[in-house]
């Protein structure tokens, strides 16, 4: 009766059996050919977002919805690989898309337990999900994603697979494939991980939010600790990698600050750029764009800017906190994640880090930092934010517990607390004879304020406009050594007002020669200069240097820089003094490339004496050179012969009531400008002169720039008259050779009038600058000027 009961059952089941392969034979039938098509992954084509590189192949940033950096399994290093097989497909390379010991194992483990705790997915079927099906659970997704699998299989080979999963599966932190993820965690390559690293990576995609390293380090470590032991079991490392890998500290890239080069500003010009050609395809197809910028010239321009606006910023003294929170309480572990909370949300500059004040008295300061760490000031480290210590300090002055305050590594191995100034900047420096902008820094930092001073603040240039105002007067006649009276000078204004200008020391020095006027920044000289040209003559010839007549009206108050610029016009201006007459105009982009390396576009650069049109005559260049060499040897830009070098010229600026500073100079092959001034315009104060904001920002980064660089001597151009001796303190002097044989030895008097025929040296010679003839000049200020 028993046996037939056995045999009953066992037909019973050997029936369902046969029913149910039946049944899933007929599902498969059904359902196969109506699988989705494999092109996808034959012809794989991921969302790779555009990048953005230095000259020399340093990546300065990427945008895209998605992070992405497309890798061949070749590629990978063996023992990611391994990580992965470890932890989520260990016999990958053994089975046909489902394998069925997995399923097996899961299924024993899941019944023990009363409850799912695992599945059976290979990487195959996995690639099938990602690539073609939600992540809901039920079994007929799991049945399409089993077929799926199988199709997959039989189309594509194991490393082909194992490529796909490598590059698609998204790992946390926008990162879509491990090449992302290792920069997204780390900030370097995967060829560069340890062992650690790598196991922590491999233990992602089951869950990347439950095991992300930044969010939940803890479990993180859990998993990661499973991946290594996995990896041990499989003999794909050996016990003392295992050991060393177990015992390595958690070092994660900072989340809060760009870990690449510093070139934000760079990057999103090139991105408007591109979206301006591309459209959304721009963040999407894989776009590398190559730039001009040397990835050493940032570094050290953005390292000079920093300095010199911190260095500004700490002589005006502490301000205060940059804001307050309340205190945590409940349990240590409650207050510690709230302070993590907090401080998240605030990120860092540079090497300047966010901390919240636990505790602080007049000889101590402790501060919560990123990452659970103490930061613990005292000493010098207090020494600048010490008056923010005291009892008398004004409540939101005052360092107390809950206040934000910004603390940084002193070079000596002790905490300092600094502050973010509040005073902005602008750095670009550009090769002189192609224009290709070899640095660009738009302001303090990109991720406080994004708006790029350097091409998109207009602001007044002051004395630093002189010497295009000055070479207006060389060609219309006047030389370096003409004598221009320093003295004062009331002019009526347009609006029926008198305008008297003045001196910035409120001095005068009477007869000086021209090049001694620009030497000394003398306003008076300057605007005798302008007066003596023609307003309307000047304010055509300054378009030869890149500037628009419209932002510079033809007033008199061009002499002073009046008008706007921005820091990038200037440093093009002056490159055209630099490079021997040419206008050579700047450019960022040197060529576009698809992701497979194709060019698509390449910049053809104007090139200075070769097909850069010729913006003033070679001797006028040759002799503002001159010039300008003065100003940094004797006059307001003396201390950039700190550097030791005899061919750097510039100009310093700084506007009415100390608004802006600037300094802009060069040497033969390369040119800088460089800006300082507040946002909203207000007075820099007693420390807000060009030659002392903006100078020694200029100095800094050519220290570096021209470190090791033979100096250049300039020829003389044909036709130029030398004079031994007859300029500044002994030097030599130059004239154009028709002004030589008339007069060179000219005065302007006190009204810039030409004596005897009661007219206005300053009304135009013409409307345009070609049809005012330099000789005619020489006619109308020959003789003595009194």
Known sequence: MFRRFLAILAGVFLGGAVLLAGAAAVAIIITYPRLQSLDVLTDYRPKIPLRVYSADNQLLGEFGEERRSFSRIYEVPQLMKQAVLAAEDERFYQHSGIDYFGVLRAAVGNLVSGHTRSGASTITMQVA???????????????????????????????QILELYFNQIYLGQRAYGFSAAAQAYYGKPLSELSVAQMAMLAGLPKAPSAYNPIVNPDRARLRQQYVLRRMRELNFITQTQYDEALAEPMHLASQAADTSQPGQYVAEMVRQAMYERYKEAAYTEGFKVYTTVDSRHQQ?????????LIDYDRKTGYRGPESFIDLPGGTQEEQTEALDDAIADLRDSGDMLPGIVLAASPSEVRAYMRGGKVAVIKGAGLDFARRALSAKAGSQQQIRPGAVIRVRAHEKGYWEIVQMPEVEGAFVSLDSRTGAIKSLVGGFDFNRRSFNHVTQAWRQPGSSFKPF????????????????????????????????????????????????????????????VLMATGTDYAQQYIQRFGFSAKQHPAYLTMALGAGSVTPLQMAEGYSVFANGGFRAKA???????????????????????QNAPQAIDPRNAFIMTSMLRDVVRYGTGFRAMSLGRMDLAGKTGTTSDWKDAWFVGFNPNLVAATWVGFDQPRSLGRYGYGGTAALPIWINYMGNALKGQPEVDLPVPAGIVVKPGAGQRGGDEYYYEEFQKTNPELQIDNHGTVPGSGEDASAPASDTPDAAKPQDAVENVKDQLF
């Open 469 to 528: 105002v000055y070479s207006a007067g060389v060609e219309r006649g006047i030389t370096p050594s003409t004598m221009i009276n320093d003295a004062p000078l009331s002019v009526p204004g347009a609006d029926g007002q008198n305008w008297t200008p003045k001196n910035d020391d409120g001095k005068f020095a009477g007869m000086i020669s021209m090049r001694r006027g620009l030497t000394l920044s003398k306003n008076l000289v300057s605007v005798r």
């Open 300 to 308: 050290w321009a953005y390292d000079a800017l920093r300095a010199g």
């Open 129 to 159: 999900k990602n690539f073609f099906l939600s992540s809901e659970k039920t079994y007929t997704r799991k049945f399409n994603e089993a077929l799926l699998a199988f199709k997959i299989e039989h189309t594509l080979s194991k490393d």
């Open 587 to 609: 450019y960022f982009i040197d060529r576009i490339e698809d992701q497979t390396g194709r060019v698509l576009a390449k910049t053809v650069p104007t090139v200075a004496g």
